[in-house]
C-alpha cells in the first residue's frame, strides 16, 4: 500500500520526537458512527505562514481516501463555501456542524487546526515543529473523536572526522533549512500516526477500502 511505504521510507530518513496530547483509553466514537463520507473544513491558522493551511488542507484527502472513506473534493468543498460566501475557515468552524454536513450531505465533518508551524533556530542548528488539533463531529454536532499531534525535527549531519568539515556541514544545513524549512514531511507523518497507527485514535477502515491481498 503506497501510504505504508511512504510512511517506512520516512522514518528512515527523518528522527522524529512526538508528544502525544489525546487520552490513553481508546477512542471508539467514530468507529460506533461509522461513517461512509467524510467533510473535511478549510483548515484554521494559529501560525504566522500563510501557506501552512492549504499545504496541511491538501494533506488529508488522500490519506483518509486510502483507508476506505468517501473523501469530499477540497477544491469543490472551497467553491461551494465561498458561494455561499463562507471564505474565512475560522467562521466556517464556527458554523453549527448541523448546517455544514446538510450542505454536503456527509456522514462526519473533519475540523483540524494548526496550533504551530515553525523553525528554531539555535546557534547553528535548526529544529522545525508542527503541531495539529483534530476533532470530527457527527452530523448532530457531537464531537465524537479528538486528537492533538506535535512533530519536531532536527537535521542530522554525519561525522567526517574533521572538526572544521563538520562545523561546516552544519552551517550548511541551517542554512537551507533556514532558507526553505520542508514543514510537509512531518504534516504526513502526523496525519498518518493520528489515523493510522496511534493506539487512542487509529480510524476502523471504512466502507470502501479494497480487500487486502491474501
Same mark, same amino acid.
Given at each position: 500500500?503506497? $501510504?505504508?511505504?511512504? +510512511?517506512?521510507?520516512? +522514518?528512515?530518513?527523518?528522527? *522524529? #520526537?512526538?508528544?502525544?496530547?489525546?487520552?490513553?483509553?481508546?477512542? &471508539?466514537?467514530?468507529?460506533?458512527?461509522?461513517?461512509? +463520507?467524510?467533510?473535511?473544513?478549510?483548515?484554521?491558522?494559529?501560525?504566522?505562514?500563510?501557506?501552512?493551511?492549504?499545504?496541511?488542507? #491538501?494533506? *488529508?484527502?488522500?490519506?483518509?481516501?486510502?483507508?476506505?472513506?468517501?473523501?469530499?473534493?477540497?477544491?469543490?468543498?472551497?467553491? $461551494?463555501?465561498?458561494?455561499?460566501?463562507?471564505?474565512?475557515?475560522?467562521?466556517?468552524?464556527?458554523?453549527?456542524?448541523?448546517?455544514?454536513?446538510?450542505?454536503?450531505? =456527509?456522514?462526519?465533518?473533519?475540523?483540524?487546526?494548526?496550533?504551530?508551524?515553525?523553525?528554531?533556530?539555535? *546557534?547553528? #542548528?535548526?529544529?522545525?515543529?508542527?503541531?495539529?488539533?483534530?476533532?470530527? @463531529?457527527?452530523?448532530?454536532?457531537? &464531537?465524537?473523536?479528538?486528537?492533538?499531534?506535535? /512533530?519536531?525535527?532536527?537535521?542530522?549531519?554525519?561525522?567526517?572526522?574533521?572538526? *572544521?568539515?563538520?562545523?561546516?556541514?552544519?552551517?550548511? &544545513?541551517? +542554512?537551507?533549512?533556514? =532558507?526553505?524549512?520542508?514543514?510537509?514531511?512531518?504534516? @504526513? /507523518?502526523?496525519?498518518?500516526?493520528?489515523?493510522?497507527?496511534?493506539?487512542?485514535?487509529?480510524?476502523?477502515?471504512?466502507?470502501?477500502?479494497?480487500?487486502?491481498?491474501?
Amino acid at each position: 500500500m503506497k $501510504i505504508v511505504k511512504f +510512511s517506512i521510507f520516512l +522514518s528512515a530518513i527523518l528522527f *522524529l #520526537s512526538a508528544c502525544e496530547t489525546t487520552t490513553g483509553q481508546r477512542q &471508539t466514537g467514530f468507529a460506533d458512527a461509522k461513517p461512509n +463520507s467524510i467533510l473535511i473544513l478549510p483548515v484554521v491558522n494559529h501560525s504566522v505562514d500563510v501557506d501552512a493551511p492549504l499545504a496541511v488542507y #491538501s494533506s *488529508l484527502p488522500v490519506m483518509l481516501a486510502e483507508k476506505g472513506y468517501y473523501v469530499y473534493p477540497s477544491n469543490t468543498v472551497k467553491t $461551494i463555501l465561498e458561494y455561499e460566501g463562507l471564505y474565512e475557515p475560522a467562521q466556517i468552524h464556527q458554523l453549527p456542524t448541523e448546517t455544514i454536513a446538510q450542505m454536503f450531505d =456527509a456522514d462526519v465533518v473533519l475540523y483540524v487546526t494548526i496550533e504551530r508551524w515553525d523553525t528554531i533556530y539555535v *546557534l547553528i #542548528s535548526s529544529t522545525t515543529e508542527v503541531k495539529f488539533t483534530y476533532e470530527f @463531529r457527527n452530523r448532530a454536532g457531537e &464531537t465524537i473523536w479528538e486528537a492533538s499531534k506535535e /512533530m519536531q525535527y532536527t537535521p542530522q549531519n554525519s561525522s567526517t572526522g574533521n572538526a *572544521l568539515a563538520d562545523l561546516i556541514g552544519a552551517v550548511i &544545513t541551517a +542554512s537551507v533549512n533556514r =532558507a526553505a524549512p520542508n514543514y510537509m514531511p512531518l504534516t @504526513r /507523518m502526523a496525519n498518518y500516526q493520528v489515523f493510522y497507527t496511534d493506539h487512542e485514535t487509529y480510524l476502523p477502515n471504512g466502507p470502501y477500502r479494497p480487500e487486502e491481498p491474501k
